[in-house]
């Protein structure tokens, strides 16, 4: 059941994301072909042709940002409205568990996200294949982070992060839901409430371990690799708890407290 | 014979405002139930608990022994008096959907009611108007092979005509062992249809008897009788 709402969850939000992709491939392209960081080199003048390359540079750079900020518009939209608008009266006859509708639709918001990162990556790739200009020098760099850091760590740190905050979001939705009122203006409350708590009890974490487990990474002033792993789990544990937390809440809210207007 | 639909002191408050007030009520199978009162006395919310939408404040609700939850929804077919569906799917991509989710759906029936009525299926729902949308929903509620059909006003939006063809599907497709349960104000147009009726006001059951016993003890069709009871 799990694999067929997310047949569908994907179907629903590939109809947007597809197409968004598409319009950052093109641009991507059309930056390429303009080849504004040339012109931007040799033109020493102000002309159309640098005008033109500036705004195609700007739009690209405005369509990657975009394309996060839909991606997380539509996780909030596809979460409030399929589940806890009129369209969950159909997604909750559904012979389903509630946590089923959950999980499908943190995982596809989160495989998302994460096609967003390769796609920009392929288009940043597409940018620089420009042969005038030498990017070997931030190869270099990605290469010199790579080796002094855990790539495997960072990866599964962004992926904890995203699930962790896709969750907290739909968590404050969960519980804007419990008002017999103003359930939108709620839930937005309910995420500053719940974001506060959270710094709060991050700072009470870091403050209560900056003398003991914590003290080397404040104390070392060029940390070694295996320093900063530990730093890494120490950061990658809170989130993992903190997603546990925020899908338990939702989880209980639409089990036992499911009021649909 | 055990009872398909069985509550207990079933009650719902929404705030200071109860909605239901300690039902009891028990409704066994092979019937066609007319659950009627005026706006505002509690029908929906009945029928949402029953499809566990809503929590019941206080007692219980058994649908084939079971409380409202993964097992009865796999035989309860409901029909709410929203528009539940996608404006971006097609008619076909929602048939897809429900032969995916329910095992009891007929897609043939489906197909074929569709034809009837002349509605094509790959169009999108965008274009549809609201009475066409009611007539599909209407179409894949009717088309599952389900044990308790609870239909929240199924013609509520449709004109007289598409009304009368609304009850006929109705009545064809559902078997002996099934019950439905209509709630309505329009109790005129329905009343040829049903086998009981319940009355409810203000959360709490008025009467609940068979349409041959109202006719029988007062002489009246329970559209006047409905009249009467909720005289204003």
Request: aromatic share 10%; net charge neutral; glycine share 6%.
């Amino acid at each position: 059941m799990l694999a067929k709402l997310m047949k569908y969850e994907i179907k629903a939000t590939a109809r947007i994301f597809l197409p968004m992709y598409a319009v950052l491939l093109v641009f991507a392209i059309i930056n390429r072909l303009l080849n504004p960081f040339h012109t931007f080199e040799t033109q020493g003048t102000f002309n159309l042709q640098v005008l033109l390359g500036a705004l195609s540079t700007v739009l690209y750079f405005i369509l990657i940002i975009a394309v996060f900020v839909i991606a997380l518009v539509i996780s909030i939209q596809r979460f409030y409205k399929n589940l806890l608008g009129d369209e969950g009266y159909l997604m909750f006859t559904l012979p389903v568990k509630p946590w089923q509708h959950i999980i499908s639709k943190l995982l596809t918001a989160v495989m998302w996200y994460i096609l967003n990162g390769v796609l920009v990556i392929i288009s940043g790739f597409i940018l620089i294949s420009i042969p005038e200009i030498d990017f070997s020098m931030i190869i270099d760099t990605v290469k010199t982070m790579a080796m002094n850091m855990n790539f495997a760590a960072i990866l599964i740190l962004i992926l904890v992060q995203l699930a962790a905050g896709t969750l907290m979001i739909y968590d404050a939705i969960a519980l804007g839901h419990l008002f017999q009122k103003h359930r939108l203006l709620a839930s937005f409350g309910m995420y500053c409430a719940l974001y506060m708590a959270q710094q709060l009890l991050l700072s009470i974490l870091i403050l209560s371990f900056s003398f003991s487990w914590f003290q080397f990474i404040i104390r070392s002033t060029d940390p070694t690799p295996t320093q900063l792993n530990k730093f890494l789990i120490f950061i990658i544990i809170p989130g993992i708890i903190m997603g546990i937390v925020h899908f338990i809440v939702t989880n209980y809210i639409m089990n036992r407290k499911l009021n649909l207007e | 014979m055990s009872s398909l639909l069985e509550c207990k002191n079933l009650s719902k408050s929404f705030g200071p405002v109860r909605a239901l007030d300690k039902i009891n009520l028990s409704i066994g199978r092979g019937r066609i139930v007319g659950l009627l009162g005026p706006n505002a006395s509690g029908k929906s919310t009945f029928i949402k608990i029953c499809n566990d939408l809503l929590t019941p404040t206080e007692g219980e609700i058994f649908i084939n022994g079971h409380k409202p939850g993964i097992e009865t929804k796999k035989i309860v077919s409901y029909l709410p008096d929203k528009n539940y569906l996608n404006d971006w799917m097609k008619v076909s991509d929602i048939i897809d959907f429900f032969s995916d989710f329910y095992q009891d759906f007929n897609k043939d029936k489906a197909y074929d009611m569709l034809s009837r009525l002349g509605i094509t299926a790959n169009q999108r729902l965008k274009t549809m108007s609201k009475g066409t949308k009611e007539k599909v929903q209407l179409i894949l509620v009717m088309s599952r092979e389900a044990q308790l059909y609870l239909l929240d006003e199924p013609i509520g939006g449709v004109d007289p005509a598409a009304r009368d063809y609304i009850l006929d599907t109705i009545i064809r497709n559902y078997n002996e062992n099934a019950t439905i349960i209509i709630s309505t104000h329009l109790i005129a147009d329905i009343e040829k249809i049903l086998d009981d009726v319940i009355f409810i006001r203000e959360g709490q059951i008025v009467l609940s008897k068979t349409v041959d016993d109202i006719r029988e003890e007062t002489g009246k069709s329970v559209d006047s009788l409905f009249r009467e009871v909720f005289k204003c």
